[in-house]
Nanobody
Framework: QVQLVESGGGLVQAGGSLRLSCVFS????????MGWFRQAPGKEREFVAT?????????DYAGSVKGRFSISRDDGQNTVFLQMNNLKPEDTAVYSC????????????????????WGQGTQVTVSS
């Protein structure tokens, strides 16, 4: 059974940085594509970034975070990371990671219903 646990959220001033971690419990982490999503109050959950399985050779980013956020993975530690730089107040949300064992096609990995497993989320608050 796969479980995901996020950490690293917190309160930061605009322009600051945070690094989120998502630890995968279960078998064959390197066979799973991973995604980060976020949900702000009163809004739908939205795609942030995804990374392919087997070493993470392919990545995809939402336009709103491209150039500021970076997704990576460490298959030896069963962990996926989201490095967030130059944070803005509009980045405030609960950030969740998700896992999928399907072939990595960026368009599908942007869809929330594409994933088998979700973490509980970690709150990121950016003050102005």
């Amino acid at each position: 059974q796969v479980q995901l646990v996020e950490s690293g959220g917190g309160l930061v001033q605009a322009g600051g940085s945070l690094r989120l971690s998502c630890v995968f419990s279960g078998r064959a982490f390197k066979s799973y594509g991973m995604g980060w999503f976020r949900q702000a109050p009163g809004k739908e959950r939205e795609f942030v970034a995804t990374i392919s399985f087997d070493g993470g050779g392919s990545t995809d980013y939402a336009g709103s975070v491209k150039g500021r956020f970076s997704i990576s993975r460490d298959d030896g530690q069963n962990t996926v990371f989201l490095q967030m730089n130059n944070l803005k107040p509009e980045d405030t949300a609960v950030y969740s990671c998700a896992a999928s064992k399907t072939s990595y096609i960026p368009y599908y990995y942007r869809q929330t219903d594409h994933y088998d497993t979700w973490g509980q989320g970690t709150q990121v608050t950016v003050s102005s």
